[in-house]
Every structure is written in structure tokens, then in C-alpha cells.
């Protein structure tokens, strides 16, 4: 009888990556562990639902950055349509806002890409396992800087603007009147403590904000 016995994989893992070479590194990777399975593989954030909704995954591996929708974003739809799925945020970005915005969205866990396979693979079995994963480091710089000081409507409007939109076209597009808007930018340029509003983009940016 064959004496290589691996037993069928139990965890399913959806991954989302926008870089090829690296999305694949790391479905090999957690290929290669005996109890997971990648039943998933996106780079877009916008195709994560459906994927989700196709393979039921037990833990899907999020990154932020992506095009169509962000990893939170997609993390606050995966919550309320794929509940059984428990997230796992893994970024580049240790931004301590980012931290408390994936909280908010239901996220599970929140590392960063520099940890070994190892402590990845350790964390997809502890979120599956029920525990909360977040790295230790981002931690502690969540809890010193304090919540985000923008309001949802300040930070759609920042959000809107980053393109170098027109208060009219911002207007237009989160269907407010142009004094409201100019309220929200006002407001978000002083929370901001900067001078305009392209420096309050990369300022609330920097702090994970947007």
C-alpha cells in the first residue's frame, strides 16, 4: 500500500492579489500545506464576491490595494453575503487606519506581507479557529494614533477629489449640492491639518484613512 497518506485539504482559502507573481507565490505556498486549499485566485476586488459565492471559501486571503474595489470594501460585502467566510487582511500597508477600518468591515485578522509562510498559514487556522489575528506591531500603532477624525461624507469627498475632480463634478457625482461639498472638503482639510485638498488626500492616505 502507499505509504504517502495526505489527508483531503480542510480549509479553503480564496486569495486576492493584484500581482501575478506574487498571487501565485502564494498559492503554491499554501498549496504546499497539507491541511489548505486555494479554491480561488482573484486580482481584482471587484470579482472576490462572485468568486466567493461560487467556491464557499472558509477564509479568504485579502490584499487592500486592489483595482475595482478595496480588499475592506470587499471584506464588508463578504460579511454580509458570505458569512461563513472569516477574513484575513494581508497588506503591504501597516497603516493604523487601515487596521481599524478592516475591523469595522468584520475582518477576522490583519498582517503584513513581510511575515514568513508560516506565521500566514498559522493565522489562516486561528481565524478559522474563531481568534482574531492582527499584527502586534500595527496593534499598538492603532491603539496610540485614535480613530479616524473623518466623517464618512469628508472622507467620500476626499475620495472623489483625488483625481482632480471639479467641486462640481464631486457634486454631481455624490449627488450633493457644491456648498455641501465645499463644507466637507473645508472640514477635511482642517482635520487634516493641511493647506488644500490634494494635500489632505495623501495625508489621510498615509494614515490609512481612505
Known sequence: MPQDHRPAPEIRVLLAEDQGMMRGALALLLGMEADMEVVAQVGAGD?????????????????????????????????????????????????????RRAMEAGAAGFLVKDGPVEELAGAI??????????????????LSAGPSPLTARERD????????????????????SESTVRNYLSSAIGKTATRNRM???RAARRQGWL
Open 47 to 99: 470579482a472576490i464576491l462572485g468568486a466567493a459565492l461560487a467556491s464557499r471559501p472558509d477564509v479568504a486571503l485579502l490584499d487592500i490595494e486592489l483595482p475595482g474595489l478595496s480588499g475592506l470594501d470587499a471584506a464588508a460585502l463578504l460579511r454580509d453575503r458570505v458569512p461563513g467566510c472569516r477574513v484575513l487582511i494581508l497588506t503591504t500597508f501597516g497603516r493604523p487606519g487601515y487596521l
Open 125 to 142: 487556522r486561528r481565524v478559522l479557529a474563531g481568534e482574531t489575528v492582527i499584527d502586534p506591531a500595527l496593534a499598538a500603532a492603532a
Open 157 to 176: 469627498a476626499l475620495n472623489a477629489s483625488a483625481d482632480g475632480a471639479t467641486v462640481a463634478d464631486i457634486a454631481a457625482k455624490l449627488h450633493l
Open 199 to 201: 494635500e489632505a488626500v
